[in-house]
């Protein structure tokens, strides 16, 4: 039975005489509440299946190599409580994904006041997001950060030593919204009419659908696939971007990574 429907049916039926026994979330009781949450995160993972918590543990533990050691308990239904030995970790941890466990997208939420956490919204991920054929006459940041705004939140414009953004790969740190499709063109609209399209690939983009563009599951798991060849679905592998440690992998020996660089 979970939490919710334990209370359901704790509270359903009053008896005569029954008191209602409450305590106020307030003074220490409040400070040490807030106390916890600045050190803990709640993570959904998206994905259709129950997930091995010793298996999450020993992942995490391995990829986040914390200062202090994190505790991750299950809260039911595929939603994590992370709480961290240090806040530093914590923000290291949270701005520094998006993060996957067996290839499913983890969405993190700040715990907020003292109600069900499960409520919470999970719907935003960061994603260093890359923006391929910007014009010559686009090359700015304030330009960038107008056509990143189509995406979603934008959170940081990657620039070189000089503050410039030149080159024909532009990175741009977006809070995306997981629960909509994904964006996979932008237009540049020009006075008389004329569309340039300005391509767009995900850094750390694992698993989603080829077939409608969402984050969760995979095109043969769709309710909208037909059985139309993979090379015919509106989506493919190539929405995924190599980062810069992933191209600097795959091309060691060949010279340093730089906007020039696919």
């Known amino acids: 039975m979970d939490?919710?429907?334990?209370?359901?049916?704790?509270?359903?039926?009053?008896l005569e005489g029954e008191e209602e026994d409450k305590i106020m979330y307030e003074g220490k009781i409040k400070e040490k509440g807030e106390m916890l949450a600045a050190h803990c995160l709640i993570g959904k993972?998206?994905?259709?299946?129950?997930?091995?918590?010793?298996?999450?543990?020993?992942?995490?533990?391995?990829?986040?190599?914390?200062?202090?050691?994190?505790?991750?308990?299950?809260?039911?239904?595929?939603?994590?409580?992370f709480k961290f030995g240090t806040k530093e970790d914590k923000k290291r941890v949270f701005s520094g994904?998006?993060?996957?466990?067996?290839d499913a997208l983890i969405v993190f939420s700040e715990p907020m006041g003292v109600g069900d956490v499960k409520k919470q919204s999970f719907t935003h991920t960061s994603f260093w997001v890359q923006l391929h054929n910007?014009?010559?006459?686009?090359?700015d940041k304030y330009t960038?950060?107008?056509?990143?705004?189509?995406?979603?939140?934008?959170?940081?414009?990657?620039t070189d030593e000089r503050g410039e953004c030149v080159g024909p790969i532009f990175r741009t740190r977006i809070s995306v919204d997981v629960t909509k499709l994904l964006k996979k063109i932008l237009f540049l609209q020009q006075e008389d009419g004329a569309k340039t399209p300005?391509?767009?690939?995900?850094?750390?983009?694992?698993?989603?659908?080829?077939?409608?563009?969402?984050?969760?599951?995979?095109?043969?798991?769709?309710?909208?696939?037909?059985?139309?060849?993979?090379?015919?679905l509106?989506?493919?592998?190539?929405?995924?971007?190599?980062?810069?440690?992933?191209?600097?992998?795959?091309n060691r020996g060949k010279g340093k990574w730089s906007r020039e660089h696919q």
């Open 144 to 158: 960038i950060q107008k056509l990143g705004s189509l995406i979603g939140k934008v959170e940081e414009v990657d």
């Open 45 to 81: 993972i998206l994905l259709n299946r129950g997930i091995h918590i010793e298996g999450l543990r020993n992942a995490m533990r391995q990829v986040w190599k914390t200062f202090r050691e994190v505790k991750i308990e299950s809260l039911g239904e595929n939603f994590f409580m």
């Open 3 to 14: 939490t919710e429907e334990l209370n359901k049916k704790c509270s359903s039926i009053v």
């Open 198 to 232: 300005i391509g767009i690939q995900y850094e750390r983009l694992l698993d989603f659908c080829f077939c409608c563009g969402l984050v969760g599951h995979q095109y043969r798991e769709c309710l909208k696939y037909k059985g139309q060849p993979k090379e015919k």
């Open 134 to 139: 910007v014009p010559l006459m686009c090359m």
């Open 234 to 250: 509106a989506y493919g592998a190539w929405l995924k971007a190599l980062t810069v440690v992933e191209w600097s992998w795959k």
């Open 97 to 102: 994904g998006p993060w996957h466990f067996d």
